[in-house]
Nanobody, 115 residues
Framework: QVQLVESGGGLVQAGGSLRLSCAAS????????MDWYRQAPGSQRELVAQ???????NYGDSVRGRFTISRDNDKNTVYLQMNSLKPEDTAVYYC?????????WGQGTQVTVSS
């Protein structure tokens, strides 16, 4: 089975940076789409960023210009560089990937941004 493992979350002050990683295993070939979602307490899960195998990217309005998504296709790993962090970025961040048209989720990593 496909397994996604996130890492890189933690506590950071407003204005700081974090880099999240998500490594996928249990697949042959490349993942078509890899995404980052986040969910804050009491809020709906929202799309943060996504990247396709060819390099095309999309960003949520709230993070555009501050976050950058990238991927290493050989390692089937996706990254999220998070700059100029704000307290409202505090959430559990989840990695998502599409493989053979089926979606898979990681367990999530906590990001906390203090004022």
């Amino acid at each position: 089975q496909v397994q996604l493992v996130e890492s890189g979350g933690g506590l950071v002050q407003a204005g700081g940076s974090l880099r999240l990683s998500c490594a996928a295993s249990g697949i042959s070939g490349s993942l078509n789409v890899m995404d980052w979602y986040r969910q804050a307490p009491g809020s709906q899960r929202e799309l943060v960023a996504q990247i396709f195998s060819g390099g095309l990217t999309n960003y949520g309005d709230s993070v555009r210009g501050r976050f950058t998504i990238s991927r290493d296709n050989d390692k089937n790993t996706v990254y999220l560089q998070m700059n100029s962090l704000k307290p409202e970025d505090t959430a559990v961040y989840y990695c998502h990937a599409t493989y053979r048209t089926f979606g898979y989720w990681g367990q999530g990593t906590q990001v906390t941004v203090s004022s």
